[in-house]
């Protein structure tokens, strides 16, 4: 049924050019369609999407809606066809009044992206009021001196259909007296008169009823009726006359009731009852009139507040009647003057639920302000807090949008309570505020960070499997799923390091697991890398350095170098009888795995075969006797040596030393080369017996050294029979001296034995041996000790 109408172009706004252009494609062109009053709802108006241009799914896809001034729905859209319905039946007195034309102004507003256009509805009237008289009867009184000719005002019928289906004609009853002229108002509003034919004649007609007909243009016609009474009285020539035919007059409409309006005067030349003038309010535009006149002093008063925004003026007719009933009549014209009594209004349309953080420009709300009232007291200023990073932006006539300026922060601040001021410009300023909560979203900006760039945990060796040696913690400013941590252990550095075999990570808490025992002696440190990674898109991580230092624990029991227990053949010490007290006879040689106070070891002699011959050192384990010997000391002595480390609990092992006493093991007594001399210089038969043992001492020294090399060539054929046993493979551990009680380096072992089993006499001094070179090259670096046996005897 509705029918577009021409597209007027709609006047930019010169200051506004360059937002609009660049935030929306505002429509330039307004549509207009026109519908008569009362079309049932649900009727089509048009098809908005065809006369916009735009597809029909595009409706729904971009999220339009029909705003209205208010929110009042009085129309609505089918954003699948494109179809604009009416929501409800529409009368166009009601919304309109008196207003011609009836224009509703609506606004299609598009969301994504944001795009408004702006739309006319026109309700044309139906002839749907017939003219009615607020009074059933009329009364006139005319004196019988009138003169034909005469006119007497009468009131009009009001009816609420404008144009042509309002009062077009009055007519009266057939009569011979009177007959009614209608006249056009300024206001295009038809009055009636009545006009007197002939001359009355009260003794014989003293009254007459008629009936006065209002007839409008509608088609059919409708019409309302009232009665005139008309009745003649004696001669009063004078009717009252005002003093001003026409009374300007303005009022604020804040002014209080029965406030004075306004005081009108009209004079009567007659005297007595006909010249004592009442005053009474004629039928003005509206049905019922807010003002009330005092009769008698002509005082215009205010019965009923009035309302710029309802109504602007009042066209008021007052009539003075006499006593001998003629009247005059003026016009008041009052114009009601606006107050700042309304506060602006704000109306949102559009809200969002959440902002993502880092996105500048983003629309957050959408809305429209307005302000019933007029001039200074309609015109509006928005604004928000400065301290926020939003901005207001005006679009569209009065719609404004809210953005943010800047990125925003979610860790720095996550929601933002802002207030929209809308402040009007009267005297007094009022102001409306709205308060919107933003929430803004999260989005993964943030890695997580540990609290320490490196770690460093302790764990005693000898662990438990699976013990929890440790945590790592790292923490990430996002939120929801962009903070929720995952933890892992990165590739080692070290490529031989078996790193999944020795810790584990939870990936939940970052709690740290050893997977096996760990062994002080074999691993005492390793580093790793962890990681940290949220369950962001993209995901973000960070690393730390983990150090697991491995503390010793007392599990090594001392381990004795020398003397060796495991040999086929004892060792044996010997020592001379003419040894004096503190004579060296060993050093007991041990070693300990362990680290620290558990590698301090120290010596004691548990049991000897004569208690109080020998005692042993407790630091560096050197064996001395502790007394001189006797010829009553037995020969062999066999002694019991602990060796035992500073360890909580200690650990202790034990070595055998056999020691031999002989007899004559000492150096022999040789003269000093100053008497020699003097004695060779004395006796010349010192001479000769000097030559004499040279050559004896020369023969004894050649055959001492065959017997040596023949001694090392047997050697190496002996060697797997057992002559002199030697620790074979790698001590336990790096063996550290740390008292300097002589523990030795791990690069030496040290051999000492009798090499012809426990009842032979050759002793082989200790001797250190290098294990990490070649036997070969080891033989030639290794100086070998020299060879004795008691049988050759010293003197």
Not at 56 to 82: P, S
Not at 123 to 141: A, G, Q, V, W
Not at 332 to 349: F, G, K, Q, R, Y
Not at 367 to 384: A, Q, W
Request: aromatic share 8%.
């Amino acid at each position: 049924m509705g029918t577009a109408l021409t597209k007027t172009p709609w006047k930019r706004q010169v200051l506004f050019l360059a937002i609009l252009l660049l935030l929306w494609e505002a429509g330039s062109e307004v549509i207009r369609y026109s519908m008569p009053e009362e079309t049932e709802s649900g009727s089509f108006v048009a098809n908005l999407a065809k006369d916009l241009g735009l597809r029909v799914g595009e409706l729904a896809t971009r999220g339009a809606r029909i705003h209205y001034k208010g929110n009042k729905q009085l129309l609505q859209l089918d954003i699948r066809t494109g179809n604009l319905l009416l929501y409800k039946k529409l009368d166009r007195e009601v919304l309109c009044g008196a207003t011609d034309p009836c224009i509703l102004h609506f606004q299609l507003l598009l969301e994504k992206p944001v795009q408004f256009f702006e739309a006319d509805l026109q309700l044309t009237d139906i002839n749907d009021h017939s003219p009615e008289f607020l009074e059933r009867e009329m009364l006139l009184k005319i004196p019988e001196i009138v003169r034909p000719g005469t006119v007497f005002p009468l009131k009009i019928a009001q009816d609420f259909d404008i144009g042509s289906n309002t009062v077009q004609n009055y007519t009266i009853s057939p009569n011979s007296h009177f007959h009614v002229v209608t006249h056009n108002r300024g206001d295009g509003r038809k009055y009636p008169e009545l006009v007197l034919n002939k001359a009355l004649d009260r003794e014989e007609l003293p009254q007459l009823s008629l009936i006065l007909t209002a007839l409008d243009g509608g088609a059919p016609p409708r019409s309302g009726t009232t009665a005139v009474r008309i009745e003649v009285v004696d001669i009063n020539d004078n009717a009252p006359e005002f003093l001003q035919s026409l009374y300007e007059v303005q009022v604020p409409e804040n002014s209080p009731l029965n406030s004075l309006v306004v005081a009108v005067s009209a004079r009567d030349l007659d005297a007595g009852t006909n010249g004592k003038v009442a005053y009474s309010l004629f039928q003005g535009k509206e049905i019922t009139q807010p003002f009330v006149i005092d009769e008698i002093t002509g005082e215009i008063r205010l019965k009923r507040a009035l309302d710029f925004e309802a109504i602007q003026s009042y066209n008021v007719e007052i009539a003075a009647t006499d006593g001998g009933g003629l009247s005059g009549k003026c016009t008041v014209a009052i114009e009601v003057v606006d107050v700042n009594d309304n506060a602006p209004e704000l109306t949102m349309s559009t809200l969002a639920s959440s902002t993502p953080e880092n996105s500048p420009e983003t629309v957050v709300a959408v809305f429209s302000v307005s302000d019933p009232d007029s001039g200074d007291n309609g015109r509006m200023l928005c604004s928000i807090q400065n301290d926020l990073p939003f901005l207001l932006k005006p679009t569209f006539k009065n719609f404004y949008t809210l953005v943010t300026e800047r990125p925003l922060d979610r860790e720095s601040r996550a929601e933002y309570n802002i207030t929209i001021t809308v402040t009007d410009l009267g005297t007094p300023r009022l102001k409306t505020e709205h308060n919107i909560t933003v929430l803004v979203s999260d989005v993964n900006d943030n890695a997580p960070a540990f609290t320490q760039t490196s770690y460093t945990l302790w764990v005693r060796e000898n662990n438990s499997p699976a013990l929890h040696i440790g945590s790592v913690s790292a923490t990430d400013t996002d939120a929801g799923a962009n903070a929720q941590l995952t933890y892992s252990l990165l590739p080692p550095q070290d490529p031989h390091l078996p790193l999944a075999s020795l810790v584990s990570i939870n990936a939940d808490n970052g709690h740290l697991f050893a997977l096996r025992s760990l062994d002080y002696e074999a691993l005492q440190a390793f580093e790793f890398g962890v990681g940290a990674t949220d369950r962001g898109s993209p995901a973000l991580s960070s690393q730390a350095r983990v150090r697991v230092l491995v503390l010793d624990a007392n599990d090594n029991s001392p381990f004795v170098l020398y003397p060796l227990q495991n040999g086929s053949a004892p060792c044996t010490e010997l020592v001379p009888r003419a040894a004096e007290a503190g004579y060296l006879v060993t050093k007991v040689v041990a070693v300990d795995g362990d680290s620290g106070q558990n590698a301090w070891l120290s010596y004691q002699l548990l049991k000897a075969t004569e208690p109080g011959l020998f005692g042993v050192w407790p630091h560096n384990g050197e064996v001395r006797t502790a007394r001189l010997l006797s010829e009553r000391d037995a020969p062999k002595h066999r002694l019991l040596v602990q060796v035992r480390d500073n360890g909580e609990p200690p650990r202790s092992a034990s070595v055998t030393l056999h020691v031999l006493l002989v007899d004559g093991f000492s150096q022999p007594y040789l003269p000093l080369p100053e008497a020699a001399a003097e004695q060779a210089r004395a006796d010349p038969l010192t001479v000769y017996l000097v030559v004499a043992l040279a050559s004896v001492s020369s023969l004894f020294l050649l055959s001492v050294l065959l017997f040596v090399a023949v001694r090392l060539c047997r050697r190496s054929r002996a060697a797997s029979l057992g002559g002199c046993s030697v620790p074979e493979g790698p001590f336990p551990g790096h063996l550290v001296d740390v008292t300097g009680t002589g523990t030795l380096s791990h690069s030496y072992q040290y051999e000492i034995c009798l090499t012809g089993g426990s009842e032979s006499n050759e002793f082989k001094f200790l001797k250190p041996i290098l294990p990490n070179l070649p036997p070969q090259s080891a033989g030639q670096e290794i100086e070998e000790n020299s060879t004795f046996r008691n049988s050759f005897g010293f003197t």
